[in-house]
């Protein structure tokens, strides 16, 4: 009985849900509803509870365990009982496989998109572009004896220009968007590099020198 008020009710609920949008209805659906969700969800409760108390009264320990039993095509609770263990075992082994599966799957994706993006010069240096300012910039930083200033902006950033090694690991980024100040207290335009490993995500070395990069 609770079960099927709990369906009813949650019929009702869906039905006043799809009125409310409407101006003309929607008071009248959001009183109503709201009254048929305080019947529904303790009717939901008692529901579960008695479900749950038919299979135990059936041999079962629980709904859920007779659900599995169910899965299994066992009505026969006291045959569930001498099985269960046995049907377990095997879809708990069933479904870390199809996790293996689905990480290898997923494994075997991502390689094959790391290297159809190798592949392509703008796409591999742009994939790195965020994580190699962000290693780089403070270790650039570091090579000022005095202050430094950078000067790059949205449409002009860090690092415009890249050299990538023979076997893609290694992506040198270069850029002009920085001046340092010398002991006499004057501005001088750097340009800088920083080699960065794309399998690590580490900045390894970086350089500075005065001058602004070649056209």
């Known amino acids: 009985m609770a079960f099927a008020l709990a369906t009813v009710g949650m019929i009702y609920c869906i039905g006043m849900v799809v009125l409310l949008p409407f101006k003309r209805t929607r008071k009248f659906a959001f009183r109503t509803g709201l009254l048929a969700a305080i019947v529904t969800i303790p009717a939901m409760i008692i529901g579960g509870v008695q479900l749950n108390e038919d299979a135990q009264k059936a041999g079962f320990r629980n709904l859920e365990d007779k659900a599995n039993a169910e899965k299994a095509g066992i009505a026969d609770a006291k045959i569930w009982n001498e ?42 240096t742009n994939k790195f572009q ?37 076997n893609g690991e290694m992506i040198t980024y270069a850029g002009d968007k920085m001046k340092m100040q010398n002991a006499f207290t004057a501005w001088t335009i750097v340009t800088y590099e920083c080699d960065f490993d794309t399998q690590s995500g580490i900045a390894v070395a970086v350089r500075a020198n005065p001058g602004q990069l070649s056209n």
Do not use: M
Not at 143 to 164: C, G, M, Q
């Open 83 to 124: 099985r269960r263990v046995d049907f377990l075992s095997k879809w708990s082994a069933e479904e870390r496989q199809k996790e293996a599966d689905a990480k290898r799957t997923q494994a075997d994706q991502q390689r094959n998109s790391d290297a159809a993006c190798k592949a392509d010069f703008n796409c591999w």
């Open 130 to 166: 965020h994580a190699a300012t962000n290693a780089c910039s403070p270790r650039i930083e570091r090579l000022a004896k005095n202050n430094f200033e950078w000067t790059d902006s949205f449409t002009s950033p860090k690092f415009p220009r890249a050299v990538i090694a023979p």
